[in-house]
């Protein structure tokens, strides 16, 4: 089972690049969201979707935007990469009912320079 | 608000209990969750409880729940090297389509 599939695993950008990070799940979950993880920071909601065609902003989503043509994919973009923007990234899905457990992809390591 | 907040780190010896504390601040979360990170990889979800259970118990791990003092810990019985790794306790937030909010993590060393 591949669970959530997140590419590329690593990526250096130079301030003012943009790029796309790419999320899929093969478990037909309704709920997708990124997060970033930064030192002594845990993890912060960037953008999440609730479904096909539904995004909405979590507590950081400035510079970041996000789509969801597909119950599958759940592509991150930077449209102008900056050096605050140096962190790991997150997707990660949702089952429905009981526990409601997130189920996180592998993650990507970015680098602004 | 919420938050979620842990110790960095804690350090043990093989086939000691390793206990990790945290304590949140939405009294009305529904789940609360701990995950395990290993280096270089994402979040696996241990296990998680029903805030109205006290304890779950699942093999070596135990989950105790005090609603009171908003305060969750995870106990590892006979502590491994292999579970060295950072854990993160989290709850289920009410906003932001029932976002997780995390804790810092706990960095957990095992030591031979």
């Known amino acids: 089972n591949a669970g959530v599939t997140q590419t590329p695993k690593f990526q250096v950008l130079k301030t003012g690049q943009s790029m796309t990070l790419q999320c899929a799940q093969d478990?037909?979950?309704?709920?997708m969201s990124w997060y970033r993880q930064d030192p002594g920071m845990g993890l912060r909601l960037i953008h999440y979707?609730?479904?096909?065609?539904?995004?909405d902003q979590g507590e950081v989503p400035n510079g970041y935007n996000v789509s969801r043509s597909t119950t599958e994919d759940f592509p991150l973009r930077l449209l102008s990469a900056a050096p605050s923007q140096t962190s790991v990234y997150f997707c990660?899905?949702?089952?429905?009912?009981?526990?409601?457990?997130?189920?996180f992809g592998s993650g990507t390591q970015l680098s602004v320079l | 608000g919420e938050d979620v907040e842990q110790s960095l780190f804690l350090s043990v010896r093989e086939g000691d209990s390793s206990v990790i504390n945290c304590t949140y601040t939405?009294?009305?979360?529904?789940?609360l969750y701990w995950y395990k990170q290993e280096p270089g990889a994402g979040l696996q979800l241990l296990t998680y409880?029903?805030?109205?259970?006290d304890m779950k118990q699942d093999q070596r791990l135990t989950v105790l729940l005090n609603k009171k003092d908003k305060h969750l810990s995870l106990r590892i019985a006979d502590t491994q090297t292999g579970d060295s790794a950072i854990y993160f306790c989290?709850?289920?937030?009410?906003?932001?389509?029932?976002?997780?909010?995390f804790g810092q993590g706990t960095e957990l060393s095992v030591k031979p």
């Open positions: 979707s609730v479904g096909a065609g539904i995004t």
């Open positions: 989290a709850e289920k937030g009410q906003n932001q389509g029932g976002k997780l909010i």
């Open positions: 409880i029903f805030s109205n259970m």
């Open positions: 939405d009294s009305s979360s529904t789940y």
């Open positions: 990660a899905s949702r089952t429905g009912g009981v526990g409601e457990k997130l189920f």
């Open positions: 478990m037909n979950h309704e709920y």
